[in-house]
């Protein structure tokens, strides 16, 4: 079993809808969470991280986070073409230890 | 958020040569670096862990004598790729990581052609 596991899509959305990417991890003492953005070509961005519970929202992004469920999201409101991209979600377990889902790719669709 | 700085960005070597990757924490101090490869349309694949001044931790399958990691300081470690082949062809791309909190920063990554 992976370390975190994410749909590798494509999901097509259009442009100003809510893009709902979601990722989900095994081990249960994982402490940080984080999504990257990589567009094709070019290395991963960092765009959300999260650390507790609950929801954290960021402009257009919002990051949810259920620990119980071991279960981490990105929902992207009013998706513009401009946000299709590769989305990578991000595990850190202990210090320098960092686990990478494979990345959901998201269309926006014009 | 944190910068990280990569050189070069582009290379392009003949077979059995050796190509040098630089990587560097430009505003912060990094304890540790990674570094990956990617293929096209393909994830992220990490390579190795390094700890400023200290021997790299390479994951299961990387050769570590082909790929040289050095981290001789808190803001820059190297990739060496020694007697480079086609298939070493990819893209490299290091990140660096802060403490507290713990998040990763990756540099623009670097292209290296083999031919």
């Known amino acids: 079993q992976k370390e975190v596991e994410q749909n590798s899509g494509p999901l097509s959305v259009p442009e100003g809808a809510i893009a709902s990417l979601n990722c989900t991890y095994s081990?249960?003492?994982?402490?940080?969470f984080f999504w990257y953005r990589q567009y094709s070509g070019k290395s991963p961005e960092l765009i959300m991280s999260?650390?507790?519970?609950g929801d954290k929202e960021d402009g257009r992004f919002t990051a949810q986070l259920n620990k119980a469920s071991q279960y981490v999201s990105l929902l992207i409101r009013d998706s513009q073409p401009s946000d299709s991209a590769t989305y990578l979600c991000?595990?850190?377990?202990?210090?320098?230890?960092?686990?990478f889902g494979s990345g959901t790719k998201l269309n926006v669709k014009p | 958020g944190a910068v990280v700085s990569q050189h070069p960005s582009w290379v392009i070597c003949k077979s059995g040569t050796s190509v040098k990757i630089e990587c560097r924490s430009l505003?912060?101090?990094?304890?540790?670096m990674f570094w990956y490869r990617q293929f096209p349309k393909q994830s992220l694949m990490l390579m190795a862990t390094?700890?400023?001044?200290?021997?790299?931790?390479?994951e299961q399958g990387v050769e570590k004598d082909k790929f040289l990691i050095n981290h001789a300081s808190l803001t820059l470690s190297t990739l060496t790729v020694t007697s480079a082949h086609p298939e070493d062809s990819s893209f490299y791309i290091c990140?660096?990581?802060?403490?507290?909190?713990?998040?990763?920063?990756f540099g623009p990554g670097t292209r290296l052609t083999v031919t």
């Open positions: 991000a595990v850190n377990i202990n210090f320098n230890k960092f686990y």
């Open positions: 990140s660096a990581g802060t403490s507290d909190p713990y998040e990763q920063y």
């Open positions: 390094s700890n400023e001044g200290s021997k790299a931790t390479y």
């Open positions: 505003d912060f101090q990094a304890t540790t």
């Open positions: 081990d249960r003492v994982s402490q940080s």
């Open positions: 999260i650390y507790s519970n």
